[in-house]
């Protein structure tokens, strides 16, 4: 679970006696809930900000002594601390029912973004199982309008809180062909993403143990260059050294200079070429 701390998110402290009330007993399950007004999907950075938002809004607004919400899920499938485990939430309608269960919200509108993403139901998931295992909570499930007279959590949701919460099937995404303009993109993004491979040069690991994928590739056709040079090289120098040979062995009289060549270029031949490859 994607778990973001009050702390991360940059709570304000909640209000005493009323924010500090405990659950009195294990809670039956978890109601999911949705934002009910519009919502505009955003770029990651600025979702906890707009926890904040609702924090206050649930504060200031509504006179409540802290974000009225268990936890807060966002479309990238993070899951915000709200009132959490232990803290009885004020969200699901009246206090029998803020006891009775959890109060996961998603932050899915009912305008603008009314589905909730892939990554969202995978937090809701996470949110859900994370009561149940350690709140502790029971496996009952419903939306916030099981039992009290509400919409939330609107239509897309409670679907799928019906069919019990399934996580999503990546099947679609599979599907979906990905264009080159997104390819070279992605290429792209990983090529000069730092760290995302082990350094393999035993010279600067130590200082610099991950290097990104483009690094590599350079590096590889530094090497690569360097070798072609280093072969075209020892290639010059043996048949310098089979043509000096043969003139040497054509003056030797009665001793064969052909099996002398033979016999040396086979010898050169089976030298180990070492290779100094290090960049
Ligand atoms: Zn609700
Ligand atoms: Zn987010």
Known sequence: ???????????????????????????????????????????????????????????????????????????????????????????????????????????????????????????????????????????WLGGHRDGYATACPGAALYAWVQKGAPRPTTKEEDDMPISDADAEKIATKVLTIDGVIDNPNTATAKANPYISAETALRNIEIVARRTETRVAALAATNTELVKTVATLAAGLGDLDPEAIVADLTAAIEGIDIRLDATT
């Open 1 to 139: 679970m994607k778990l973001v701390t009050r702390s991360q998110w940059g709570a304000r402290a909640y209000l005493t006696p009323n924010g500090a009330t405990l659950y009195s007993r294990s809670r039956r399950g978890v109601k999911v809930h949705y934002l009910g007004t519009a919502y505009t999907d955003r770029a990651h950075d600025k979702c906890a900000a707009y926890v904040r938002q609702i924090q206050a809004q649930h504060m200031d607004g509504n006179g409540w002594s802290d974000i009225g919400y268990s936890f807060v899920v966002c479309t990238h499938g993070y899951v915000f601390e709200g009132r959490g485990l232990k803290r009885r939430n004020s969200a699901n309608g009246n206090t029998a029912l803020n006891e009775q269960d959890y109060a996961v919200m998603a932050l899915v509108g009912s305008s603008g973004l009314t589905k909730p993403t892939g990554p969202q139901l995978d937090g809701v998931r996470d949110a859900i199982d994370h009561c149940r295992e350690t709140g502790p909570a029971g496996n």
